[in-house]
């Protein structure tokens, strides 16, 4: 066990090989690839150590665009859908302003948003993948994010209305709560199912509170894990 954390630590610090840095600013010259051209964003994914996140059997494979299992049923989402979802939030020059994310899962998406945004919240509805992202965020010392154990259908009526809110899980439709703590003036994207497209289909949705109502605009074609709802 010990033997374990230690490797852990030697290869965060050190950071070579498949992990090392040159390994993720080829990740983010793929994304420019793609078309994600926000620099802050592409800047924030540069400097989130992604294999951290993942485990340790994994970690070589942690800068390839693809989503990876983080135990329990979960993953860690792609690099292209945080970028672009992020990219999304704040086009035209926004600030992101107090950002809500729903489903922390490994950490991950929460790290990039904390170096982007001034203030984070994320909420995971399972203990263990909670406690598990608190420990991969540990050594990141960010002091702008706070994680919260509870259902992300709720949002976090506490620290509301939020600027920015990021759903990283699929609903059929967006959760009421999220709309009543979105700010006027603020923004929204998450992954919703569209069953009359055909079963598993599912597209981003950016939304936008104005003073009097919402617009909404469809985006990439998406997968996601299902939104559930409850605690475990
Ligand atoms: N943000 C993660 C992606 C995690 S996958 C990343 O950076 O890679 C989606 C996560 O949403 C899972 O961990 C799942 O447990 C969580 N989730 C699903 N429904 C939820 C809900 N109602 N409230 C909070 N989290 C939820």
Do not use: W
């Not at 792609?78 to 729903?102: F, N, S, T, W």
């Not at 540990?138 to 506490?158: E, M, P, W």
């Amino acid at each position: 066990m010990v033997g374990q954390v230690g490797m852990r630590e030697a290869k965060n610090l050190a950071g070579i090989g498949m992990t090392s840095q040159r390994t993720r600013e080829r990740m983010v010259d793929r994304l420019r690839g793609e078309g994600i051209t926000d620099e802050r964003v592409l800047a924030a994914m540069a400097a989130v150590p992604r294999h951290v996140f993942v485990e340790e059997a994994l970690a070589s494979r942690a800068y390839e665009d693809t989503a990876l299992p983080i135990g329990l049923g979960q993953t860690i989402s792609q690099p292209y859908v945080v970028a672009k979802m992020i990219e999304a939030l704040r086009a035209g020059g926004r600030d992101l302003g107090k950002v809500l994310e729903i489903g922390t899962g490994c950490g991950y998406q929460a790290a990039v948003l904390a170096h982007v945004a001034p203030e984070v919240y994320s909420i995971e509805r399972i203990q263990a993948l909670l406690d598990r992202a608190r420990g991969n965020l540990l050594g990141l010392k960010l002091s702008n994010l706070r994680l919260t154990y509870g259902d992300g259908n709720l949002g976090l009526a506490k620290a509301a209305p939020f600027d920015s809110i990021i759903v990283a899980a699929a609903a059929p439709e967006v959760p009421q709560a999220l709309l009543q703590q979105l700010a006027v003036g603020g923004r929204m994207i998450l992954p919703l199912k569209m069953p009359q497209a055909g079963r598993g289909v599912q597209r981003l949705v950016l939304i936008e509170r104005g003073p009097r109502a919402y617009t909404e605009k469809a985006m990439d074609a998406v997968r996601f894990v299902p939104l559930e709802t409850g605690r475990l």
